[in-house]
């Protein structure tokens, strides 16, 4: 199966932006959502990455109107994060058309509810994200650097029957650097039976090739799509060539 190129929308206040690793402080406003949604589903893809920062932050999900909308107005298979906190919130994203929610600081803080979700909803609806820094998991918006390290939760997950990660190395977020392509190398060494999907730090189609050599899953493309380091339809092409 070749590797997923998954377009990424990251919302404050209902707006497109992007962060610099993980910095509020730190953001770039790109426009309305789901114009951008529009554009990368007539580029041909099938999935988005929707991320809700101001719920990531907070705690609670904030962007529910822009969820629904590009879930109501495309056709896009949207996976969802940010602000899944209890099951209200993860009934609340998926009765919104959210086809996937990503776990994650609830993954590192609540194991056994998140265990119950994908008993009582699948795990097919579930992605555990692993968001690091220096092999660290970060939670609440990357506010937090845990003593979890990345290998210890994916052990726990794969043992439970669940295999899809998101994996971000926080350093090279928004940074148009390259991705952490020795993390992802050792990951899948260490998990064969995981389906990792890549975050941070894309900053050219050769960036996607050397990922599909690696044998990812999935990539989530954000930035380096935004800020035009190549075109939606460039990168379908080589998604579709892998």
Known sequence: MSMQCIPAIDLVGGTCVRLVQGDYGKSKQYGLPLEIAKRYEAAGFKRLHLVDLDGAKGGRIENLK???????????????????????????????????????????????TVLSWAKKYGAGHLIIGCDSKDGRIATNGWKVVTDTNVEELCSFYLGHGLDLFLSTDIARDGMLGGPSITLYEHLMKRFPTARFIASGGVSSLGDIRALQKAGLYGVVVGKALLEGRFTPEELKEVEDAG
């Open 66 to 112: 822009v969820l629904e909308s590009i879930c109501s107005q495309t056709h896009l298979v949207v996976d969802f994060g940010g602000g899944i906190k209890d099951e209200a919130n993860l009934r609340e994203a998926l009765d919104a058309g959210a086809q996937m929610v990503t776990c994650g600081s609830i993954a590192v803080q609540d194991r056994n």
